[in-house]
């Protein structure tokens, strides 16, 4: 069974930034495709961002130039550090996994999923 284990998330103004962190297996991190996602209340869970070892990162066009997806191969983790938040950011964001290689914006393309985190943004 493969774990996500994600951290971060909380309450900032509008402007500010957060760092999230999903931890998982080696083998995850390596060969599987990974991303963020988030679902606001009373939405569907909506791509954030994604991220594989053998491409480009690939964003939403609502968080282009203001999220970045990294990955720190020492630490089997993935980040995606959130700038200039604004309050339609709020949300719970998920971490996911695939079973496979890529990168895929579709949530049903991914298997494995973290816990959640709650970010909110004030305005």
């Known amino acids: 069974q493969v774990q996500l284990v994600e951290s971060g998330g909380g309450l900032v103004q509008a402007g500010g930034s957060l760092r999230l962190s999903c931890a998982t297996s080696r083998l995850t991190f390596m060969t599987a495709g990974m991303g963020w996602f988030r679902q606001a209340p009373g939405k569907e869970r909506d791509f954030v961002a994604g991220?594989?070892?053998?491409?480009?990162?690939v964003y939403a066009d609502s968080v282009k130039g203001r999220f970045t997806i990294s990955r720190d191969n020492a630490k089997n983790t993935v980040y995606l550090q959130m700038n200039s938040l604004k309050p339609e950011d709020t949300a719970v964001y998920y971490c996911a996994a695939r079973r496979s290689y890529g990168i895929s914006t579709r949530g049903a393309d991914y298997y494995y999923w973290g816990q959640g985190t709650q970010v909110t943004v004030s305005s």
């Open positions: 991220t594989w070892s053998g491409a480009n990162p």
